[in-house]
């Protein structure tokens, strides 16, 4: 068996249908104490800070998560404060306690629009472009060689709105180098480690709404003509980033992960939430469809694939990016993620539950 498909195994695809984790695939992590869940591993986005401060949070990630991925840290706003600098504090934190308790560190994320600091904007040509990429990647992938099973090479690469001819959202890799930055930063990743998981990452697919239907084709032409080309590549991440008053395309979903899958490629659930701003203040009311929401959503995928992976974007309602955006006109706070401002579980976390279990 090839480094890559023990790599895949721990992501999901080869843990026994008994439910148990596979000792052999968990490799070093056996002796571990690993949370007792399904087959498709559960994660979360950790705020690494809050590790060493917030003891009960912390805790919550011990109990239900077998993968974490910072919900900043790798980004080069935090990695890279100036040209010449790596600032690897938080994702080498982040790894150690995923290695102190059994889980997986995924990577994110490797060329992005989002999170870059000012001195990106100097950079001036393709050739600088090209080089920047090149070695940030050789470098943050190389330092984590063998150790972050996953990564999300390039983030949210589909335009806003897809038309024809301008597919591929504006970044300064874009502007620099054209669409052959996704090819770069791919194969970049592939030799600075060929045993990872190489994902792209998205968001805004799963609504039936033209943009959504738009970005999905957009998508789609995009891993078809990277396929096409052997460009290395493994996975795509669905967000999941579910507005909770907008119904799930099932039908259109489910055509997409069948896709996906007729291409050889892997799909995971990298950023799920539901977006709770336009529902019912009362809580219950409001908890309620937010895990119908992601029923909706999970199982339009698991008809078509079986997911690799599911992760949440963040574990409790205590710490979301959601108010930055979709704050609720009542004032009320929002409860978009499994467990709720206390760290007590949610309807959403029983539907995790039961998708992580669904293979058993
Ligand atoms: O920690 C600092 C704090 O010290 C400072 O005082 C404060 C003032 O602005 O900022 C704090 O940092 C913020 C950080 O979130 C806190 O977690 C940053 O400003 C803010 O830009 C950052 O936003 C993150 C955003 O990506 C941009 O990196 C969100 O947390 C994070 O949830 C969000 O994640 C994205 C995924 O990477 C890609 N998909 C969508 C997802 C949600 O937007």
Redesign the pocket.
Known sequence: MRRRDFVLGAMGAGLASTGALDPFVRGDLTARAVPARGPIPYGA?V?TDLLDTEFDYKQAIVDHCQLVVG??GL?W?DLRPSQDQFVFDQPDRLIDFADQNGMQMRG??LAWY??MPDWTNSIGSASEAERELVHHITTVVGRYRGRVPSWDVV??AIAEQPESGATIRGSIWQERLGKRYIELALRTAAAADPSAQLVIND?NIENPTQQCRDRRQALLDLLRDLKDRDVPLHAVGI?G?LPGDMDIDKEGLSRFVETVKGMQLDVLVT?LDVIDNKLPAREYDRDQVVAARAHEFLSAISEAARPSAILT?GITDRYT?VP??FKRDDGKPNRPLPLDAGCRPKALMKVIDEFTRAAE
Do not use: D, I, S
Request: hydrophobic share 35%; charged share 25%.
């Open positions: 986005a705020r919900e900043g980004k706003f994110h994320t989002g999170a983030n949210e968001y967000q980033h950023e974007w990016w930055m955006w």
